[in-house]
């Protein structure tokens, strides 16, 4: 389950910047102090790995796997994203 270089190039950048994205926090509203993330599920995989040890790069690597792996799973069953948050 590596990346590999035979793909498309810029599909790995889009799904390396989604993943950056998806894993960043958001403020609830302006004035709100409170932090959410964009995906809590991917946000969950994400900081899973990061106290397993692993690298920055190596973990978003992981993490754009697993939406690779969630988007093909959509697709394949003609269904819709519903998000939890």
Not at 36 to 63: F, H, M, Q, S, W
């Amino acid at each position: 389950n590596r990346i590999t270089k035979r793909g498309s190039s810029r599909l790995r950048h889009a799904l390396y910047m989604a993943v950056g994205a998806a894993i960043r926090d958001k403020r609830k509203a302006r004035t709100d102090e409170q932090l959410l993330p964009r995906n809590k599920r991917l946000r969950e995989y994400y900081d899973k790995k990061r106290e397993e040890g692993k690298p920055y790069k190596v973990t978003i690597i992981a993490c754009a796997n697993k939406l690779l792996h969630w988007i093909y799973a959509l697709l394949k069953n003609k269904s819709t994203f519903q998000d939890i948050a």
